[in-house]
């Protein structure tokens, strides 16, 4: 049972669960590995990697995850992820509006990171606004109500760059890359034997059809169209994303200023010195695309329905701004987009073969936007449970859950969110559609 070092894999999806876990397989001598990616380039647009930056918070509520991210950011530091880790800190932080949830969520990440060894000396807890401008002074808005803490140990990945990095070493350590036409994926075929169902590989949208011995489904918020015994296990759900544009002078100034949270409102980082964009990122319930006929959100297909932001998240953004770095607080805001993501419920990771296919495909999912962080080790996780005794994940919490009717809106019960999820076609503005 199991593949040998020799087999035939193939990864459907060259964003970050895809380009990690061909990283590890090679790394661990697996030589006959094929990374298939809808773009004709990676980092792709469809991927949620695909962007400026990603925070790496290294303290959750739960040790399971902050132990995890404790060996991710080890690993950020090695040559091949150093160029793109930037631990400029955390400023986690709630507002004086902010609802009993979003203090209550701050006060159990402080806690963790309080009481964590390796995190602990890098914390330093925040009264107020004049404790905030000690720990960032570029931050001359009125800062109104904000508490919280500043952590040193955490910051923030560029993670467009990390992806391009990784494509780079898997190409030269002998992954083949299908990319566009070659590359789309169209379904996973299975042959029946008498020995029972299993995957016999892939067909491409251009009908090629592709051996493999294991087929490793890491195609982010995309992943229901292959695997539909998924059901509503894995929604795809998105927040936006927008920039500010400085000036040469106004990036630098703001160089080296750390990730900045207040938890009602949302975030920001410091600028991208090549490009002067500064991120920005409203919090909410998130937005989601059901399928009337089946019950499950889906990516949209053409990325333009995903190029804008609902008005009250721009509404917020602008708000996160005055108080913090009034001066942007009325410029364009630029890039805007809807970043997809696979969620779900309990925001557990799905790495698991599925079921009854005589372990032929694995699902690799569910990054629930909180996986990016672990993109130096998340290919691991593959590595390990291809190792592992037995065909079952000995992590349960991220085995196969049977498909459960649940609808997609839980973002109201998850601790680090606040607000309900809202369908895609309540917030597209009229244009959108024919951008
Ligand atoms: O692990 C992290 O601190 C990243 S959270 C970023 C975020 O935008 C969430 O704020 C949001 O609630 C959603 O989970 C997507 O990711």
Redesign the pocket.
């Given at each position: 049972m199991g593949v040998s070092k020799s087999d035939s894999i193939i990864i459907v999806g060259g964003g970050a669960f895809g380009l990690s876990t061909a990283l590890h397989l090679s790394q661990k001598g697996y030589t006959n590995i094929s990374v298939f990616e809808k773009d004709n380039n990676i980092p792709p647009r469809f991927s949620a990697a695909n962007d400026l930056n990603?925070?790496?918070?290294a303290e959750?509520e739960d040790d399971f995850y902050t132990d995890l991210?404790i060996k991710a950011i080890e690993a950020w530091k090695t040559p091949l992820f150093a160029p793109h880790f930037h631990q400029t800190g955390?400023l986690h932080c709630v507002s004086g509006d902010a609802p009993q949830k979003a203090v209550d969520t701050l006060k159990r990440f402080q806690a963790s990171a309080e009481s964590h060894p390796k995190i602990q000396p890098h914390v330093y807890p925040i009264q107020n606004a004049d404790g905030v401008r000690d720990a960032c002074w570029q931050l001359d808005g009125p800062i109104l109500g904000w508490h919280g803490y500043l952590n040193r140990f955490d910051g923030y990945a560029h993670s467009a760059n990390a992806l391009a990095a990784v494509y780079r070493a898997t190409q030269a350590a002998g992954v083949r890359f299908f990319l566009g036409e070659q590359g789309a994926v169209d379904e996973i075929v299975y042959d029946s034997t008498l020995e029972g169902r299993k995957a016999a590989g892939i067909r491409t949208k251009n009908g090629r059809f592709h051996p493999s011995s294991l087929v490793i489904v890491a195609a982010g918020a995309a992943v229901g169209r292959l695997v539909p015994e998924l059901g509503r296990n894995v929604v795809a759900?998105s927040?936006s994303v927008a920039h500010v544009h400085l000036t040469d002078e106004e990036t630098s100034a703001l160089r080296g200023i750390p990730v900045t949270?207040a938890r009602d409102l949302?975030?920001f980082f410091e600028p991208d010195p090549k490009t002067n964009l500064l991120k920005l990122?409203p919090?909410?319930?998130?937005y989601i695309n059901t399928d009337p006929k089946t019950g499950v959100s889906h990516a949209p297909e053409s990325l333009s329905e995903s190029a804008f932001v609902p008005v009250e998240d721009e509404r917020q953004m602008r708000k996160l701004l005055a108080h913090t770095l009034p001066s942007l607080a009325d410029r364009p805001l630029v890039n805007k987009s809807l970043?997809w993501?696979a969620?779900t419920n309990d925001?557990d990771f799905i790495v698991d073969y599925i079921p009854n296919l005589s372990s032929s495909v694995i699902v690799f999912s569910g990054d629930?936007?909180?996986g990016?962080?672990m993109f130096p080790i998340v290919g691991s996780f593959i590595t390990d449970l291809l190792e592992a005794p037995g065909t079952q994940q000995p992590i349960a919490r991220w085995r196969w859950k049977k498909a459960n009717g649940q609808a997609g809106d839980w973002?109201g019960d998850?601790s680090?969110?606040?607000g309900q999820s809202k369908e895609l076609s309540e917030i597209l503005p009229p244009k959108a559609s024919k951008l």
């Open positions: 990603k925070i790496v918070r959750y991210t955390f759900k927040w949270y949302g975030f990122c919090m909410g319930g998130g970043c993501f969620d925001s629930s936007g909180h990016f962080k973002a998850v680090w969110r606040l």
